[in-house]
C-alpha cells in the first residue's frame, strides 16, 4: 500500500532557486495538504485543497504555490527559495474535511530540504 | 501564545514503565483531540482520537479529555521500546473548514 508519496526525499537548494515537490496518493482522498514541521513549532499547515479544483491558504502561506493537479496529486512550489524555508515538508491526504469525527489525516514520509 | 502547548521533551523511561503524556489548550471550540505517533524520519500516523471529553481506550493506550480544565492526556502502559518516537496531540473545532492544530510533539525514549 502506497498511501501517499511524495518526492524528492531529500534537496538542497540554493538561495533564490525554485523546485517543486510533488505528491500523490492513491486511496481516492478528496482532501490533501502540505505542512511544514520545525523543531519547537510542531506541524504548521502551509495550503491546502479541499477538493480537487481547489486550494486554500493555510497558516504559513507566503513563499509557497500550490497546484491541485487532479484528485490524486498536490504539488508545492518554491519560488525563490530562502534559508527561512529550511525544513521537513510533509504531504497529507483524508477523505474529506474536516478532519475531526474520525476523519484521518494520513501523511507521506516527508521531503527534507536546505536552503543555503 | 500557543493555541496548543505540549511539552518537547525529551522524556525518558524504563521498559514496563507508565508514560504520562498531555497537551493544553486555549481554544474552548476545539472538540475533536487526536494523537499522532512519529517515528523517527517518517510522517506522523494517527494513533487514537476522542470526541468532547472522556476517556477512551484502546491496548496499551488510553486517552483523556479534560474540557474544563482545557487539557489532554495520552497514557501509555507497559511501555516498550517501539513506543520509542515522538508524540504529536492535534485538535479540530466542531466546525467546517480546516483548523486542525498540532502540538510541538513530545519525544518519548523507553529503555530496555
Known amino acids: 500500500n502506497a498511501g501517499v508519496t511524495q518526492t524528492p526525499k531529500f534537496q538542497v537548494l540554493k538561495t533564490g532557486q525554485s523546485m517543486t515537490l510533488q505528491c500523490a496518493q492513491d486511496m481516492n482522498h478528496n482532501s490533501m495538504y502540505w505542512y511544514r514541521q520545525d523543531p519547537g513549532m510542531g506541524l504548521r499547515l502551509i495550503y491546502y485543497s479541499a477538493s480537487e479544483g481547489t486550494t486554500d491558504k493555510g497558516e504559513v502561506p507566503n513563499g509557497y504555490n500550490v497546484s491541485r493537479l487532479n484528485k490524486r496529486e498536490f504539488s508545492l512550489r518554491l519560488e525563490s527559495a530562502a534559508p527561512s524555508q529550511t525544513s521537513v515538508y510533509f504531504c497529507?491526504?483524508?477523505?474529506?474535511?474536516?478532519?475531526?469525527?474520525?476523519?484521518?489525516?494520513?501523511f507521506g514520509e516527508g521531503s527534507w530540504l536546505t536552503v543555503v | 501564545q500557543k493555541e496548543v502547548e505540549q511539552d518537547p521533551g525529551p522524556l525518558s523511561v524504563p521498559e514496563g514503565a507508565i508514560v504520562s503524556l498531555n497537551c493544553t489548550y486555549s481554544n474552548s471550540a476545539f472538540q475533536y483531540f487526536m494523537w499522532y505517533r512519529q517515528y523517527s524520519r517518517k510522517g506522523p500516523e494517527l494513533l487514537m482520537y476522542t470526541y468532547s471529553s472522556g476517556n477512551k481506550e484502546d491496548g496499551r493506550f488510553t486517552a483523556q479529555v479534560d474540557k474544563s480544565s482545557k487539557y489532554i492526556s495520552l497514557f501509555i502502559r507497559d511501555s516498550q521500546p517501539s513506543d520509542s518516537a515522538t508524540y504529536l496531540c492535534?485538535?479540530?473545532?466542531?466546525?467546517?473548514?480546516?483548523?486542525?492544530?498540532f502540538g510541538a510533539g513530545t519525544r518519548l525514549f523507553v529503555k530496555a
Open positions: 497529507a491526504s483524508s477523505e474529506f474535511l474536516p478532519t475531526g469525527s474520525g476523519n484521518t489525516i494520513y
Open positions: 492535534a485538535m479540530t473545532p466542531n466546525t467546517g473548514g480546516f483548523k486542525t492544530i
